[in-house]
């Protein structure tokens, strides 16, 4: 029975030998059957479903949308026959084009790794996500494209796909929220205090959190105490390297220089 490594392992390696396989198969068939495939979507507009019923767009328009505007009961009523018949979908972009949600929420992590999901905290936090946007009836977007600035990267999410997004602890030397921001979309920052204007953000008090960690360590009656102090590039490395600190100064405890290690919080 391998242990719980092995076995996670062992299962990244089954999801990306199926991908690959997938992958494979796919362009192998279009090869074998030696064409060139466009793929053209039949996409039935209002102007199909208002040509069907013999009614204006407008009509249309107000029956699939409940908008207040009187509408005969019986052509309501066909208006909605003929979308069913002809399977006629709103289109999502073209809505958020027009200033209508989407229900939709796009989380962005800062740093896109695959322990990202398996994490204790990031996986708390995503499923918070989760079950706050189902309770509200919302669908979630998780962004696994890495940020390679604004410039290059910003353009991408400005096509409508979210109503806003969600930054989970962006590095201080990224500019992922003033660029979403910058487009006009609605950003909330998580673990993180962001300075760029009209942005919320929720974070804790790292600082606190740390002293207090320390204080208790202290109080069983350790000593060498050493803080592990995560990456330089995250927003929380100061705050709790001082945090740990004003514990140890006020014990009257020696820091020497060994014992602030800066590594990655990962399990192993």
């Known amino acids: ?22 992958y494979t198969f796919y362009f192998s068939f279009l090869d074998n059957l030696n064409v060139l495939c466009y793929i053209s979507l039949i996409v039935i507009t209002i102007r199909e479903v208002a040509a069907d019923c013999g009614v204006s767009t407008a009509t249309v328009s107000n029956v699939l949308n409940n908008t207040p505007r009187p509408v005969h009961p019986r052509t309501r009523e066909r208006v909605l026959e003929a979308a069913r018949r002809l399977n006629y979908h709103p289109n999502a972009m073209a809505r958020s084009l027009q200033g209508r949600r989407l229900h939709t ?51 991408a999410f400005g096509d ?48 606190a959190g740390l002293r207090l960690a320390t204080e208790h360590l202290i109080e069983l009656g350790h000593r ?20 740990y600190l004003d514990a140890m100064s006020a014990a009257g405890l020696p820091v020497p220089p060994e014992y602030l290690v800066t590594s990655w919080y990962m399990v192993e």
């Open 1 to 22: 029975m391998p242990g719980w490594g092995q076995g996670a392992n062992w299962l990244k390696l089954l999801v990306k030998t199926a991908f690959e396989k997938i």
């Open 224 to 243: 060498k105490i050493a803080h592990m102090t995560g990456d330089r590039q995250q927003p929380s490395y100061e705050d709790r390297r001082l945090g």
């Open 105 to 155: 929420i796009g989380v962005h992590f800062g740093t896109i790794e695959p322990e990202v999901i398996t994490n204790p905290y990031a996986s708390l936090i995503l499923q918070g996500i989760l079950t706050t946007a189902a309770q509200r009836e919302y669908n979630v977007t998780l962004c696994t494209a890495r940020w390679h600035g604004a410039t290059r990267s910003a353009a």
């Open 160 to 207: 409508g796909r979210a109503d806003g997004y969600i930054v989970v602890a962006p590095p201080l030397d990224s500019d992922v929220v003033s660029g979403l921001s910058d487009l006009g979309l609605s950003v909330v920052v998580i673990s993180s205090q962001t300075a760029t204007p009209g942005v919320p953000f929720v974070d804790v008090d790292n600082r």
